[in-house]
């Protein structure tokens, strides 16, 4: 990664391939990704990486599926985890405090684990580690995207400081307020849930042994998430109007909480590292793409972190568009133009409305407590559960894994 910009053609003008605006988790892989690969790339964020590793950031952690961690070794950033993964070997799922399981064992679907946790900060420190190990691949932060002006053979992005990026494609990777998507005029759809999210990490006395835990809860779902060491990740979320209540808590009061949800098979737990909330809503973009511009994860996309997808389909995401740029690019053609940004959608697209609705639907399902749904709840778990080997039990755990639909070069484990 070099600090400053590649060939300048005026005093500030810089020049790439292509420019990514907003370097999130997803922003920087596909950085990553596209730098190994040789292709020219700026990465432009408006936070500066020492905020981004501060304590104060992302107290979260993502669930990386079998198929985002291939993408991730692919694009050299997993080596830089060091191990700091915890792997998933069993997934549990229960409703409301009851005994009707679904229960998934890795073992079934083969030898690999379901995933692994990673702490937001671990995994945002690797993709730093692996960008300064990339020539073709420039990291512009912080410094703010103003305004775009994308013309028919080259775009333009001003930045805050006067500087000026021109490239062949703006990749928009800035977030549920993209400016990108903005600028496009590109609408969305979406709702809020009235639910938000705590999370917490807390430390524990009994090993967890690799297991995942999904409680739904009227409320919200509760989830457990088994990180390396003694240690798991908490996703707890509730109604919006309660949560002020939980936060304002002291810390013995906070722990009590947390224990009375977790019960007694992690022993006595204490959270550690501070509190932190994120509101939950979901929304889907009408189109992914236009004029020089393709826009990939949360600007697209955004859900319920109820099944622990949305970087998953964001790293998918990213693993098509570098595929269609890197071909493209390999032939002298053009990354910008309309035949490779057209066929970007066209594979995305599916898998994201499918993910989108399967995930509305077990929210509003599972967060309530109306009679007649918990019984036919109930009655759903026990059947997806009962035929250890029935195909529906086997599609739903290679969804989690992320290994179905057709898979980009990266996911299959091949370079791009
Ligand atoms: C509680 C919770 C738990 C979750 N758990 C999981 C999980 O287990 N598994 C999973 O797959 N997903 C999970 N998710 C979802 C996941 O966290 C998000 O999908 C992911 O963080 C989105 O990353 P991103 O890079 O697309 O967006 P962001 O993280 O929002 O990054 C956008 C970046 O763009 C920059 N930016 C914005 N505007 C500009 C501009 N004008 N100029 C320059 N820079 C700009 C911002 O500074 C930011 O760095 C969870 C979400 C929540 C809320």
Known sequence: MSTEAPAPTTDTDLIADVAIVGGGLAGLSLAAALGTAGVRTLCI???????????????????????????LEGAGVWAHLNGDAGPILDIRVTDQNRPTFLHYDHREVGDQPFGYIVENIVLRRAQFARLAELPSVTHL???????????????????????RVRARLVVGADGRGSLCRKDA?????GGSYDQTAIAVTVEHEFPHHGVAVEMFLPSGPFAMLPLTGNRTSIVWSDKSAAVPHYMGLDEVAFTAELQARIGDWLGAVRPIGGRYIFPLSWQHAQRYIDRRLALISETIHAMHPIAGQGLNMGLRDLA?????????????????????????????????VSLLGVTDGLTRLFS?????????????????????????????????????????????GEPL
Do not use: C
Not at 368 to 390: E, T
């Open 45 to 71: 964020d408006r936070d500066s990486p020492a905020h981004q590793l501060g304590a104060t950031f992302d107290g979260r952690t993502t669930a990386i599926s079998h198929g985002s961690k291939k993408i």
């Open 368 to 412: 309530n407590d109306i009679a007649p749904l918990k019984v036919a709840r109930g009655l759903g778990l026990a059947a997806v559960n009962s035929a250890p080997l029935m195909p529906l039990k086997k599609l739903f755990m290679r969804h989690a894994m992320g290994i179905v639909g057709e898979l980009p070069r990266l996911v299959r």
């Open 141 to 163: 932060a912080p410094v703010e995207v103003t305004a775009l002006d994308r013309g028919p053979t080259m775009a333009t992005i001003t930045l805050a400081d006067g500087r």
């Open 320 to 352: 098509a568009l570098a595929e269609v740029i890197v071909d493209a690019w390999r032939l002298g053609l053009d990354v910008g133009g309309t035949a490779t940004l057209e066929r970007y959608q066209r594979w995305r697209r599916f898998d994201n």
């Open 185 to 189: 005029g590109i609408a969305l759809v």
